[in-house]
């Protein structure tokens, strides 16, 4: 069965440290990856997407993700984080049916 | 511009009720979506329709239905509301299965 994991429900991380949002999935064949990020009382925005290519993915706000096969993984990463980057943030992976799956998401606090 | 659309963006409706959400996408996407994402956060796909085909989560109650007068709307109609529908509800779009644009959500709460 296809799948989305994000083991930590919140994340906190002190301003201008790098931050870390953990995703692990479980697909069959080649994985479609998403990260979203949603603010309070606000829709879902896209951050990035890997699909092939570079196992480094660069997107939005500063953010990149690390597509990792062998450990089906696809980490959010960001070098020095922001107060403003506060907010809850989800990984998705495609499914053959071409709808997302979603993993539950991780509330990350970015503390000044 | 708005990309993606919402009407209304509260709901508030007693049980018994019927009701509608609107959404309308202006980026030329062909597939729309509804989601329900719960008072935990978690998101649910409720349907996905493009033009070809209706693709509705098997756990949706059929009180649920989606309707889509042309490919830049999909709207969604509830009947018989319950307690349990209260939730907020997200219309998203997308072309050829690539990434999701999101409407700002309908809060639907139900006395």
């Known amino acids: 069965a296809q799948s989305v994991a994000q083991p930590e429900d919140q994340v906190n991380v002190a301003e201008g440290n790098p931050l870390t949002v953990k995703c692990t999935y479980s697909v069959s064949g080649n994985p479609y990856l998403f990260w979203y990020v949603q603010y309070p009382n606000r829709g879902l925005q896209f951050l990035l997407k890997y699909i092939t290519g570079d196992n480094l993915v660069k997107g939005s706000y500063g953010f990149e993700a690390e597509f990792n096969k062998s450990q089906t993984s696809f980490h959010l990463k960001k070098p020095s984080a922001l107060v403003s980057d506060s907010a809850l943030y989800f990984c998705a992976v495609r499914d053959i049916l071409y709808q997302l799956i979603w993993g539950a998401g991780t509330k990350l606090i970015i503390k000044p | 511009d708005t990309a993606v659309s919402q009407t209304p963006k509260y709901l508030v409706t007693q049980m018994g009720n019927d009701k509608s959400i609107k959404c309308e996408q202006n980026?030329?996407?062909?597939?729309m979506y509804w989601y329900k994402q719960d008072s935990k956060k978690f998101l649910k796909i409720m349907f996905s329709y493009n033009n070809k085909e209706l693709i509705i989560n098997e756990t949706v109650p059929n009180r649920f239905s989606p309707k889509s007068p042309d490919k830049a709307h999909l709207n969604l109609h509830i009947n018989s509301l319950e307690l349990g529908d209260s939730a907020v509800y997200f219309c998203a779009s997308s072309r050829d299965g690539n990434e999701q644009f999101f409407g700002p959500g309908t809060r639907l709460t139900v006395l």
């Open positions: 980026l030329g996407h062909d597939t």
